[in-house]
């Protein structure tokens, strides 16, 4: 079972963790997620689209991302995440953690820390690889394109991470 560490409001470590999307926390815990926000020099950026079959936002855009495992930093799961989700090895690429955001939901049991980075490197068509399982398309959109499929309603996490595309 897969297993993420439990935050607290200060986003520290408490020593704890919980299995994945074991969505019963308490009050003043918080798991560690991720995004990573791809740019090339020609000013577009990296977006995919999720599978149709996904439980939770089926079909939105996003940029990739995920949760941060037990005992992983947040600089190392935002570059798994990215080469897992779409062939694209970041380590090099300029860039880095832009900032970070925290959502509370407590009736469902779920808050979390948004660590937010972005990587200037320029790829290709050809060099995306996306996982399948996760998105059914990507493609190479600039900020204004971003910004229309978020006022259609159907770009993950925009209102939050807006600056990054800036």
Do not use: C
């Amino acid at each position: 079972m897969e297993k993420w560490d439990i935050y607290d409001i200060n986003k520290q470590l408490t020593g704890r963790t919980m299995d994945r999307n074991d969505w019963n926390m308490k009050d003043g815990d918080y798991h560690l997620t991720v995004l990573g926000v791809i740019r090339r020099s020609d000013g577009r950026f990296l977006i995919t689209r999720r599978v149709d079959t996904k439980a939770w936002a089926a079909g939105w855009w996003e940029v990739s991302g995920g949760a941060v495992m037990a005992g992983e930093t947040s600089l190392q799961a935002v570059r798994r995440e990215v080469f897992e989700e779409t062939g694209i090895d970041v380590t090099g690429a300029k860039g880095g953690y832009q900032f970070s955001y925290r959502r509370d939901n407590p009736k469902e049991k779920d808050n979390y820390f948004v660590d937010i980075y972005r990587f200037d490197i320029d790829v290709t068509e050809n060099d995306v690889k996306i996982q399948k399982e996760e998105a059914s398309e990507f493609r190479f959109a600039l900020p204004s394109e971003i910004k229309e499929l978020a006022d259609q309603g159907i770009f993950l996490h925009y209102d939050s991470i807006k600056q990054v595309f800036e």
